[in-house]
């Protein structure tokens, strides 16, 4: 039997251990820190209310491996949903994805202006490789379309001007290349309409792999369970040490799959990784995420799954109304809206009480037509530490320095956003944990770079 320790329940791990656990041959222990599985794809029960996360969708580009395996584990509770967004800019809302009415509410001087925009980007200029975000898509998309709202969204969700965070978040994050791709958004035929989304909320993804894992007879699962030390020599990881419930323990591995943070690996290797490895990986940051949901005493808010807020004087980056993913998630009579404030882990907001909350955002819901604080019946957040990566203009060679080193370790697979610092989706962790397990179940390392390859062309859908 080949050992394997997953490290992290969320969807890169999960989606690992579930395809380990189809080899005889293959024993898998799951650790989870929190005492629920799901990580930030997880959902969880308030009162008679299902919620996620934030806004969660399962992106209609899922591989299609991923996409038959969900279909076989949820069935028919795996709707296709048509995507019902709105932007507030200039004080109005438009219709989101951006589409021909966009445009018409926009109206035409704007549209002029963004046009002109877009073509003087296309006008020759020094050849150069642009070293910002913003460089990079002034460049492709011109400067007004920037300062309308890619600027603005990327510093609210990063923390950081657009000229301080990292070019390649430009080609990642940003799917319209060009002309060809702006005119066929503005024309409605851009991808991403629909997006996949199961009744029961968006954590019904990790728990079916749960659930399946559950009944596999060479795989365990344990939460609450923290890793605290990895220890190793040369060339491989031999044994984890975590504390489960506060109990001490010990699991030798053939195999470590790391999906938890990844400067996180190097602080507990033990021995400890040398001075300049520990020095790159601890330069590695990331931003927080409270999200503060509001519950009020009315059936529905609006049509819109979600809303979103490039500006910078609404204190969030997006609202959404759970019961426009699935209606069934929150009781008729009531409605939740979910907002999403990135923020810096050290920041007065992640330690924000939820009265303080409120004070912040239902003026700023109020003003959008959002919500009137009558209508409040309770405000209340969940929040993570670790929820973007972020890109400043070192985070490169900082990261390519520690992957360099954690390359050499034979039996260490590095996968999921966390483990390689990679702002990703759902479908993109649940592949990287099918790769990292047909790549330790095969016995051939020699297809890892390849696959290391593909999740760098991965693009982040919103
Ligand atoms: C606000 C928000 C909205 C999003 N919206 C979407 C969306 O619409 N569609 C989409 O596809 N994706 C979305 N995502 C992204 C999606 O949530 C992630 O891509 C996905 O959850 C990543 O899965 P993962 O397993 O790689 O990492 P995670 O979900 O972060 O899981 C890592 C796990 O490791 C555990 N861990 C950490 N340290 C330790 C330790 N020492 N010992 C044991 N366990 C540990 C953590 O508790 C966690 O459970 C969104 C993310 C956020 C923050």
């Not at 799917?175 to 024309?187: V, Y």
């Not at 044994?239 to 790391?258: C, E, V």
């Not at 009315?298 to 500006?311: H, M, S």
């Amino acid at each position: 039997m080949t050992r394997t320790v997953v490290v992290g329940g969320g969807p890169a791990g999960l989606a690992a251990a579930y395809r380990l656990a189809q080899h005889a041959d293959q024993s898998v222990l799951l650790l989870e820190r929190a005492p629920v599985l799901g990580g930030l794809a997880a959902g969880f029960r308030h009162g008679d209310a299902t919620l996620d996360f934030g806004p969660h969708r399962l992106h209609a580009g899922t591989d299609p491996e991923v996409l038959a395996d969900l279909r076989r584990l949820l069935g028919d509770e795996l709707e296709l949903r048509p995507r019902r967004g709105q932007i507030r800019l200039a004080g109005r809302f438009l219709p989101y994805p951006v589409g021909p009415t966009t445009l018409l509410m926009l109206g035409p001087r704007q549209v002029v202006q963004l046009g002109v925009g877009v073509l003087a980007a296309r006008l020759p200029r020094p050849a150069a490789a642009p070293v910002s975000y913003e460089a990079a898509l002034q460049a492709r998309l011109g400067a007004p379309l920037y300062r309308l709202f890619y600027g603005p969204y990327a510093e609210k969700v990063w923390g950081l001007p657009g000229s301080q965070i990292a070019a390649d978040q430009a080609e990642r994050r940003v799917n319209q290349r060009g002309l060809a791709d702006l005119l066929r958004l503005a024309l409605g035929r851009s991808s991403g309409r629909h997006y996949f989304y199961p009744r029961g909320g968006f954590g019904r993804i990790p728990a079916a792999y749960a659930q399946a894992l559950a009944s596999a007879p060479a795989a365990r699962l344990a939460c609450s369970a923290l890793v605290e030390t990895v220890e190793w020599q040369p060339g491989r990881v031999r044994a984890l040490r975590y504390a489960q419930d506060g109990n001490p323990a010990r699991a030798g591995a053939d195999h470590l799959i790391w999906t938890a943070p990844l400067p996180e690996l190097v602080r507990r290797l033990d021995p400890p990784a040398p001075p300049d490895i520990q020095q790159a990986a601890a330069s590695l940051r990331h931003r927080a995420v409270v999200l503060c949901y509001v519950a009020l005493a009315l059936p529905r808010v609006g049509q819109a799954d979600t809303y979103y807020f490039p500006e910078r004087r609404f204190p969030f980056n997006r609202v959404t109304e759970q019961k426009n993913f699935s209606p069934a998630m929150v009781p008729p009579e009531r409605t939740v809206l979910c907002l999403d404030l990135a923020c810096d882990p050290d920041d007065a907001r992640f330690t924000a009480s939820d009265e303080e909350l409120r004070d912040l955002v239902l003026p700023a819901l109020e003003e959008a037509g959002l919500a009137r604080p009558r209508q409040v019946i309770e405000v209340f957040s969940r929040r993570f530490r670790q929820a973007y990566p972020v890109y400043d203009l070192r985070y490169r060679a900082a990261l390519a320095h520690v992957q360099d080193w954690l390359a050499g370790f034979q039996n260490l697979w590095l996968v999921g956003r966390q483990g390689l610092f990679l702002h990703n989706n759902t479908h993109h962790s649940l592949l990287m944990g099918y790769r990292a397990a047909d790549a330790i179940a095969s016995g051939d390392r020699g297809q890892w770079p390849a696959a290391l390859a593909h999740f760098a062309t991965f693009r982040v859908a919103d």
